[in-house]
C-alpha cells in the first residue's frame, strides 16, 4: 500500500525583505512511499528536504503539486493521529518534564489520559530514558532530547513516522544508541521516513533512498540499485607470475594489488569470463571475485558533484 | 479533548513562566492595601448608619476599587499573556504543534480561551476577596459587583483579540504591549471624551466624522468601565453600544487572526 504519494510538487518560498527573489525549494517533486519501507530522504544542506516532510504535514504548503497520505488527500488533519514527527531542532515547553512532554504531546495527538499514562513508560524504556522521566527536559542533554523527541513521535503509536535529522548534533554514541532505536522500530513493522545529511544513517537503516539536491529528486530506489551502479571487480587469486601479470596489463588494463589481487574495470560479462580463461589456463587459483559496489557516500557525492 | 489539552497547556504555561504567582501575588497586595484602607474607616460610624447609607457606603468602595484599578488590571493582564502567541510561534515548537491532528483555528481558539481562563480565575480571586471584605465588614452583600469579573474578563478579551493579532503577524510581544497601552491609555480615552475635548479644537465635519469612526471601530475599555460602575451601583445603562462595538471588534481580530495564521507557512 502507498502510505505516502506525491505529484508534481513545486515550492516556492517568498524571499527575504530585501531580496525579492523568490526560493524554490522543491523542483517537480514526485515520489512515493510504500508501506513498510524505511525511507531515506538524502541530501546535502538547504536540499528541501525539511521543506518536503513540512509539506506532507500541512505545516508549509505546497505552490503545485498533489499530495496524499494513507491514500487520501492532505486537507483534512485526521490522518494526523496516525502520523508521529520529530521536527529538526524540536524546542520541547522547557518546563515540563520528560514524562509530561510525552503525555502533552501523546494528549494532543488524540490519545486519552489513560492511553498516555499506559504508554508512556514503555516508549520511554525504548528510549532508555526511563531513569529521567521525571527530570525538567532543561537539563537534558541533546541527545537525551533527540531520543525523548523519538518516544514523543511514537507516543500515539503511528503508522507513519517523520524524522527530521534525528541524530544532528548528537555524539557518536548516542548516534548508536538512536540507530538502535530506528533498527528496533522497523522490526515492529513502521514506516520511517528519515532526512538525513549523513549518508552513514541512511546506509544503515534505510532499505530506500532518494536523493535530493536543491530541490531536485536526483535518484530515487534500493540501496541496492542505487549502489550497484559500479562496475569494478576485484580478482583474488594464488600467486600470479610474470607473464599472466603481463597479459592482465596489457589487455584488459588491470590494476595491481600487488601478488595476490588485481581490479578490472569492466561491465562486461565476456571479459570476465576470458580473464576467468587466462587465469585457470595459467593454472592460477581463483581465491575470490567480488564486485565492489559504489558505497552510498561516492554515489552522493559523484551525483552531486555532477549535479553542481 | 485536544481542545482541552491546548486550554489547560495555556495554564501550565502561566503556572511555569510564574504568571499566574504574579497575577496572585499582585492581587495579594492589592487586598491587603484595600484591608488597610478599609480599616482607615472607624468600624463605630457603621452601627449609627441607616441601611441605605451602608448600601451608600459599599457602593462608593466598590465603585471607587475599579475605578482606580480598571485599566491597570487590564494592562497586567495584558502583559501577562503577550508572550503566549509568541512563545508558541517559536521554531520547533511550532512545527510539531501543526503536525497535530487539529486545526489552526483551533489552536488559535485554544490560546484564546487559555488566556481569558487565566484571567478569569485571578479576577475571581481579587475581586471575589474585595468582595468579601468589603460584605462582610459593612453587612451588605452587593452581588452586582461580581459582575465586574465578567466584565473585565470581557474588556480584556477585546485586547486579547488584538494581542493575538499581532503576535500572529509579527511574533513580537513587545509590540504587542506597547500599541495596546497607547490605545488603552492615550488613544482610547481621548475618543471616549471626543465630544468634551476633542470636539472643542476639532470642528468640521470630516474632522468628527473622522473622529467618530475611530471611536466606533476602537475597542471601548472606558466605556465599558463605566457600565461596569453603572451595573454595580445598580444604575441603569445608558446605552450598550460600547459593548456590541467592542464584541465587533474582538470578533474581527480574532477572525483575521485565524486567517492570518491558516494561510502561513511555518
Ligand atoms: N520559511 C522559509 N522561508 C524562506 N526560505 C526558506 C524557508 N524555509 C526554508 N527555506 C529555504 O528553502 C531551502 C530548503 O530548505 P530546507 O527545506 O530547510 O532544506 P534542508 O532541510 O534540506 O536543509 C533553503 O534554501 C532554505 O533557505
Ligand atoms: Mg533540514
Redesign the pocket.
Known amino acids: 500500500m502507498e502510505v505516502i504519494s506525491t505529484k508534481n510538487l513545486k515550492k516556492e518560498?517568498q524571499g527575504s525583505r530585501f531580496n525579492k527573489e523568490k526560493?524554490t525549494?522543491l523542483k517537480n517533486f514526485s515520489f512515493n512511499v510504500q508501506e513498510g519501507d524505511i525511507f531515506g530522504l538524502l541530501?546535502p544542506?538547504?536540499?528541501?528536504?525539511?521543506?518536503l516532510v513540512k509539506v506532507l504535514l500541512g505545516i508549509v504548503y505546497p505552490t503545485e503539486g498533489e499530495v496524499s497520505i494513507f491514500g487520501d488527500s492532505i486537507k483534512n488533519e485526521k490522518y494526523k493521529t496516525r502520523v508521529g514527527y520529530l521536527p529538526e531542532n524540536h524546542k520541547f515547553p522547557n518546563y515540563l518534564t520528560g514524562e509530561q512532554v510525552l503525555h502533552y504531546f501523546g494528549m494532543l495527538s488524540g490519545m486519552t489520559k489513560a492511553q498516555v499514562q499506559s504508554r508512556s513508560d514503555e516508549y520511554l524504556k525504548i528510549v532508555d530514558m526511563e531513569k529521567w522521566k521525571k527530570t525538567k527536559i532543561k537539563k537534558y542533554s541533546k541527545g537525551m532530547m533527540q531520543r525523548l523527541g523519538i518516544a514523543q513521535a511514537m507516543i500515539n503509536e503511528p503508522d507513519l513516522i517523520f524524522l527530521d535529522e534525528p541524530t544532528d548534533g548528537v555524539d557518536p554514541i548516542g548516534r548508536k544508541e538512536i540507530r538502535d532505536i530506528l533498527i528496533g522500530l522497523k522490526e515492529k513493522g513502521k514506516t520511517i521516513f528519515l532526512?538525513s545529511h549523513l549518508l552513514s544513517e541512511i546506509e544503515l537503516v534505510c532499505n530506500r533512498v532518494a536523493i535530493l539536491n536543491k530541490g531536485e529528486l536526483i535518484k530515487e530506489g534500493t540501496i541496492d540499485e542505487i549502489t550497484s551502479t559500479g562496475n569494478q571487480h576485484t580478482f583474488s587469486t594464488s600467486d600470479l607470475s610474470d607473464a599472466v601479470i603481463n597479459i592482465l596489463l596489457s589487455q584488459h588494463f588491470a590494476t595491481l594489488h600487488g601478488k595476490n589481487e588485481f581490479l578490472v574495470n569492466t561491465e562486461s560479462p565476456e571479459v570476465l569470463n576470458s580473464i576467468i580463461d587466462i587465469l585457470r589456463k595459467n593454472n592460477v587459483n581463483i581465491l575470490s571475485l567480488t564486485k565492489e559496489k559504489n558505497s552510498l557516500e561516492n554515489m552522493f557525492i559523484n551525483l552531486i558533484g555532477q549535479q553542481n | 479533548m485536544i481542545f482541552k489539552t491546548l486550554v489547560f497547556g495555556v495554564i501550565r504555561e502561566a503556572i511555569a513562566k510564574k504568571i499566574f504567582i504574579g497575577f496572585f501575588a499582585i492581587s495579594t497586595l492589592i487586598i491587603l492595601g484595600f484591608i488597610a484602607f478599609v480599616n482607615f474607616d472607624s468600624v463605630e460610624g457603621i452601627v449609627t448608619m441607616s441601611g441605605d447609607e451602608v448600601r451608600e457606603l459599599v457602593l462608593g468602595f466598590e465603585s471607587f476599587t475599579l475605578g482606580v484599578s480598571y485599566l491597570l488590571l487590564i494592562t497586567l493582564c495584558l502583559i501577562g499573556v503577550s508572550s503566549i502567541i509568541p512563545s508558541m510561534l517559536e521554531k520547533g515548537n511550532i512545527d510539531l504543534l501543526l503536525s497535530k491532528p487539529v486545526s489552526r483555528s483551533q489552536i488559535l481558539l485554544g490560546k484564546f480561551v487559555g488566556g481569558l481562563l487565566l484571567i478569569f480565575v485571578s479576577l475571581v480571586y481579587l475581586i471575589g476577596t474585595i468582595w468579601l471584605i468589603v460584605s462582610f465588614k459593612f453587612g451588605y452583600w452587593n452581588a452586582s459587583f461580581l459582575s465586574s469579573i465578567l466584565m473585565l474578563t470581557f474588556s480584556f478579551a477585546v485586547i486579547y483579540s488584538l494581542v493575538i493579532f499581532i503576535g500572529i503577524t509579527t511574533q513580537s510581544s513587545i509590540l504587542a504591549i506597547l500599541i495596546n497601552i497607547f490605545l488603552i491609555f492615550l488613544i482610547c480615552p481621548f475618543l471616549a471624551s471626543r465630544e468634551q475635548v476633542l470636539f472643542t479644537f476639532i470642528t468640521g465635519d470630516v474632522g468628527h466624522f473622522i473622529i467618530n469612526f475611530l471611536y466606533y471601530i476602537l475597542p471601548k475599555p472606558n466605556d465599558l468601565q463605566t457600565i461596569t460602575g453603572n451595573i454595580i451601583k445598580g444604575e441603569k445603562v445608558v446605552s450598550w453600544q460600547p459593548v456590541i462595538t467592542s464584541a465587533l471588534f474582538l470578533i474581527t481580530f480574532l477572525s483575521a487572526s485565524i486567517f492570518v495564521f491558516k494561510k502561513k507557512?511555518y
Open positions: 518560498y526560493i525549494a541530501g544542506n538547504g536540499a528541501g528536504k525539511t521543506t532526512n | 507557512d
